[in-house]
């Protein structure tokens, strides 16, 4: 159901992997998915950017050290996106 769903709005398209607390087992804030977004992305830490609402959702995310955003709307997103060097 919740794979229909991603498929509808075609966000396969727009990221590299998609992973739901749903499939892994795993919600936010712990800290396991993270890491197994990392481990699928073969990629360091330093390399990835987690965007959330929730400050809380990412605490883990920054320890590991990981780049972080609090979203707070689009215009503010897009400023700190391009602060790290992502223009879109």
Not at 4 to 30: G, M, N, V, W
Not at 62 to 77: A, P, V
């Amino acid at each position: 159901m919740v794979r229909r769903s991603y498929q509808k709005k075609e966000l396969d398209d727009l990221f590299d992997i998609i992973i739901t607390s749903y499939r892994s087992k795993i919600a936010k804030p712990d800290i396991r998915i993270f890491k197994e977004g990392i481990k699928r992305l073969k990629i360091k830490p330093k390399e990835a950017i987690m965007i959330d609402d929730e400050n809380d959702n990412l605490k883990n995310a920054r320890k590991l050290g990981m780049k972080t955003i609090l979203f707070k709307n689009t215009k503010q997103l897009k400023k700190e996106l391009k602060k790290l060097g992502i223009n879109i």
